[in-house]
């Protein structure tokens, strides 16, 4: 069965630095999303994003976050200049396009610390 | 804004015990609602969902859930639960945007420890 992919899965980094975080969606997939989850609380949207540009973004989502596809399989979360609280578990998302709602597949997450 | 939730943090069973898990969400349109779980080590995965039609939805593992419209829930239940059921367990609601997208709004989770 055809799984959502994350890389790396831990990622521990300086205050301050850039990290990317990589996702491969489910190839046949259209709308791609990322989430994340800080330690005990619950699971929040950041961004969708189809057709290659940002579907929807949440107030989480400010200047220092951007993604973007750069091939026909990754799909980045990128973060500028990381602070103590983005420390957190990032989850990709991806689900096929159009009809009913969709069900989205979500992968592994990658675990972020910043220090 | 929507919000969900779940008011069952962490609820202990033995194994054959009956499970209800609540969620309640506010609002008032239209709305999709799922249920997924985390297996321990494990990525999300979806165990069952409702759009429209019969609001009582089957899901895998034996679960099923109930959509009460008028209650504004949709609460998760399995008659006999097991050993390999433990996990968290989160409620989550969309609604479907003009990009066709779903962006989920997940509830605070329920963590589900069944005694063998």
């Known amino acids: 069965e055809p799984e959502v992919t994350q890389t790396p899965s831990h990622q521990v980094t300086q205050m301050g630095q850039e990290v990317i975080l990589r996702c491969v969606p489910i190839?046949?997939?259209?709308?791609f999303y990322w989430y994340r989850q800080i330690l005990g609380q619950k699971v929040e949207f950041l961004v969708s994003?189809?057709?290659?540009?940002?579907?929807?973004k949440s107030e989480i989502f400010d200047d220092q976050f951007s993604v973007e596809r750069p091939d026909g399989s990754n799909f980045t979360l990128k973060i500028r200049s990381t602070k103590l609280e983005d420390s957190a578990m990032y989850f990709c998302?991806?689900?096929?396009?159009?009809?009913?709602?969709?069900?989205?597949?979500f992968g592994p997450g990658t675990r972020l610390l910043v220090l | 804004a929507q919000s969900v939730s779940q008011h069952n943090h962490h609820v202990i069973l033995s194994e054959a015990a009956s499970l209800e898990l609540g969620c309640n969400y506010s609002y008032g349109g239209t709305v999709n609602l799922f249920w997924y779980v985390q297996y321990p080590g494990q990525h999300l995965q979806l165990l069952l969902k409702y759009f429209s039609g019969d609001p009582l939805v089957k899901g895998i593992k034996g679960f099923e859930a109930e959509f009460i419209k008028s209650k504004f829930s949709f609460n998760l239940r399995k008659p006999s639960v097991q050993w390999s059921d433990t996990a968290e367990y989160f409620c989550?609601?969309?609604?479907?945007?003009?990009?066709?997208?779903?962006?989920?709004?997940f509830g605070t989770g329920t963590r589900l420890t069944v005694i063998p």
């Open positions: 994003f189809y057709n290659n540009e940002i579907s929807e």
């Open positions: 998302a991806s689900s096929e396009s159009g009809g009913p709602p969709e069900t989205q597949y």
């Open positions: 989550a609601v969309s609604q479907r945007l003009q990009t066709g997208a779903n962006n989920l709004f």
């Open positions: 190839s046949n997939h259209l709308y």
